[in-house]
Every structure is written in structure tokens, then in C-alpha cells.
């Protein structure tokens, strides 16, 4: 059985070990989205000696699907060197670069984009302020390409790696979740309708990066409201993203944010990770306030998941990973 510090090979890309640092927002970007020198220094830090896979803090595809003015953004071309130092300096620091892109949809407001925020249906999440207006089917075809373009412009940044947020509530959750999406059409109704949206940008970011590039999928696998998405919905949902051609799910959950507020325990959607994993058959992360190194093992040990995401435990510590390397060596 595999352990924390075993590689792990996903379409021929080799991860060091199975540690995962999780997308987690810094809000240190210029007011046009691009990459700062405090970005390197921070990435670069986490990335010496540290995780297998690293993924980037979300970035925007569009200047209307951002939720800060100092998030991240992938929208343009002109974006590509500044993202292009992050990938250098995280790949020649041995780990796997991976750079999360989103749109926010209903989860932004109007004050920051200038206009009324979109998403599936005229329902806004849960506790947020902004009633959104419904896309259109044309609208979501060129949001397709949207997410497709700014796949490709990881790539050309050096990228090893895309994920696709589809969790938290941002755009393509709002599309999967049936509180937020009231559609009519074949884009609402049954969960394969609700999932065809998500599908659609899978393949067009596949088709644009090719088979080289891994493409992760974070997915929202719970949504923790009534009347929302439920781990046995995650179940049927995990299969069909894997078959559009996700090659690792990164599950997490919360319709309106990550759960960070509501549990406190260690591991908090490892065993929603595990039925994931059963049910799509391909890697899974598992997440959850995880911080301890003889905890993260066991579920790897264990199999529940294939990699685990330490978050803020490496941020308070980046010498997270190599501590944890020297204290499970020392028991072995």
C-alpha cells in the first residue's frame, strides 16, 4: 500500500509525493489580476521541499467572474510571462505546477464588476447579496471557450497541470447544485442536464491542452444546504466528470464557502473524498483542516484517497512537508 511519500504518476507526469497544497487565495495580485514578486517568494517557499502537486490560487477567466480586486487573473494574454515566472520557479523547485481557474458567477458583485452578476438561474447562493441574472445558452458557449483559453494560457505559462473550480458555489456549481440552478432548458432540471455545462468546459479544456497536460477538477461534493447537492449526488456526478475527462478530483464541499467554518476536525471531506474515489475510479483528493503528518498517512496507508490537501498547516509552516518526511521516517 502506498504511503504519504510515495510518487505518484497521473498521465505520465510523476508527483514527488502524495501531499497536496490546495488553492488558497492571497488577495496580493495587481488591481489587473497579474503575478507580484510577493507571489514568487510565496509559492517559491511552499515549493522547496514541499508538496508532490501545487496548486495556484483560483484566477479569473473573465474581468466579470473575479470576487476581488487583487485575485489572480488568467483572462488575458498579456497575463502569460508574469504566470510563466510562478510556473518556472515552482516547477524548478521540484513540484508539480498547477494553476486553478474560475469564474465566480452569482458569487462576485456588482460594485467590483460594474455589472449585474450571472449564473444558472435569477437565484442568488445562499447568504450572498447579489440576485444574478440567468445566462444565456450563446453566454455559455463563450464562457466554454472562456474556460478553454484561459486552460491554455496555463499551458503556454509552463503549467503542468489545470483544475476547474467547480466547488464553493462559484459559477459551475451554481449550474450542478439544484438550489441555485431553476433552468427549463437542457442546461436545468435532471442532474445529467445540470452536469452538461461543467462537461462542456471539461472537454473544451482538454481538446485545448491535449493529452499531455492533467486537468483536476475540484468538486463540490457536498453542498451542506437543504435541498442541495448530497454525497450520494457526488456519486453518480464523480463517473461522469472522469468520463468528460478529469483526470484527478480534488472534493470538497459547502455551497456557500469550503466548510473551513463549520467543522473543526482533522480531515473534515476525506471519507466524502473516499466514496468519490470508489465512484469515479480515478485519484482523489481528500481535504479537510488536515495537519498531522501521521494522520495524513494513515489515509493514504489506508487508501480512502490518493492525495491529501495540507493547506493552512503549510502556510503557518512551510517546513511542513520535510518535518513530516523526517518524523514518519523516524517511526518506520
Not at 30 to 55: C, F, N, Q, S
Not at 133 to 152: G, K, M, N, S, V
Not at 211 to 227: E, H, K, N, Q, W
Not at 250 to 276: H, I, K, M, N, P
Request: proline share 6%; hydrophobic share 40%; glycine share 10%.
Amino acid at each position: 500500500m502506498a504511503n504519504l511519500f510515495d510518487p505518484l504518476e497521473v498521465r505520465g507526469i510523476r508527483l514527488r509525493n502524495r501531499i497536496v497544497m490546495p488553492p488558497i487565495a492571497t488577495e496580493r495580485a495587481t488591481p489587473r489580476g497579474e503575478v507580484t514578486d510577493w507571489h514568487l517568494k510565496h509559492y517559491e517557499t511552499i515549493a522547496v521541499d514541499g508538496p508532490g502537486l501545487l496548486i495556484v490560487e483560483h484566477t479569473y477567466i473573465r474581468p466579470d467572474g473575479r470576487v476581488s480586486d487583487r485575485q489572480l487573473g488568467v483572462y488575458d494574454d498579456a497575463l502569460v510571462p508574469g504566470l510563466a515566472r510562478l510556473a518556472r520557479i515552482i516547477k524548478s523547485a521540484g513540484a508539480v505546477a498547477c494553476l486553478q481557474i474560475t469564474h465566480a458567477g452569482a458569487r462576485t458583485t456588482r460594485d467590483l464588476i460594474g455589472t449585474q452578476p450571472i449564473s444558472a438561474w435569477t437565484l442568488p447562493v445562499p447568504g450572498d447579496p447579489e440576485t444574478p441574472r440567468a445566462l444565456r445558452r450563446e453566454e455559455i458557449q463563450q464562457l466554454t471557450r472562456d474556460y478553454a483559453d484561459a486552460a491554455r494560457r496555463a499551458q503556454a505559462a509552463g503549467f503542468d497541470a489545470v483544475e476547474i473550480h467547480g466547488a464553493h458555489g462559484y459559477l459551475l456549481g451554481q449550474f450542478v447544485s439544484p438550489v441555485t440552478n431553476r433552468r427549463t432548458d437542457d442546461y436545468g432540471g435532471p442532474l445529467e442536464n445540470r452536469l452538461r455545462f461543467p462537461c462542456e468546459v471539461i472537454r473544451a479544456v482538454r481538446e485545448a491542452v491535449g493529452p499531455a497536460m492533467l486537468v483536476l477538477y475540484r468538486l463540490g461534493a457536498d453542498d451542506l444546504t437543504p435541498g442541495g447537492i448530497t454525497a450520494d449526488d457526488a456519486e453518480r456526478i464523480a463517473p461522469i466528470l472522469a468520463q468528460a475527462g478529469v483526470d484527478i478530483l480534488d472534493v470538497s464541499g459547502g455551497l456557500g464557502g469550503s466548510g473551513r467554518d463549520r467543522f473543526t476536525e482533522q480531515g473534515y471531506f476525506v471519507l466524502l473524498a473516499a466514496r468519490v474515489r470508489r465512484a469515479a475510479g480515478i485519484p482523489t483528493v481528500g481535504v479537510g483542516n488536515v495537519r498531522d503528518p501521521e494522520y495524513a498517512d494513515r489515509v493514504i496507508r489506508d487508501g480512502l484517497v490518493d492525495l491529501i490537501a495540507v493547506g493552512r498547516a503549510q502556510l503557518a509552516d512551510p517546513d511542513w512537508v520535510a518535518k513530516a518526511r523526517r518524523m514518519l521516517s523516524s517511526r518506520t
